[in-house]
């Protein structure tokens, strides 16, 4: 989902505004909402951008050095 800036900027005004109005803090305590929201977005680019690298080589020389250790030992 690509946006512009001025739509998120436009967004974050109007989130802004609804949650400063005391009849959105009226309704959400009539109906015993939570005030709590998470964001779980960035977790799951963080994940994606984790799996753009290739770690087989440090697993590759962690395992070598494990083999080597219980050689030295």
């Given amino acids: 989902m690509n946006i512009t800036i001025e739509r998120f900027e436009q967004i974050e005004q109007e989130r802004?505004?609804?949650s400063s109005d005391p009849n959105f803090h009226k309704w959400m305590s009539e109906l015993n909402v939570s005030r709590m929201h998470t964001?779980?977005?960035?977790?799951?680019?963080?994940?994606?951008?984790?799996?753009?690298?290739?770690?087989?080589?440090?697993?590759?020389?962690?395992n070598l050095t494990s083999i080597l250790n219980l050689f030295l030992k």
């Fill in 16 to 18: 802004n505004e609804t």
């Fill in 39 to 62: 964001n779980s977005d960035g977790i799951f680019k963080a994940r994606e951008m984790m799996s753009d690298y290739n770690f087989s080589i440090l697993t590759e020389k962690k």
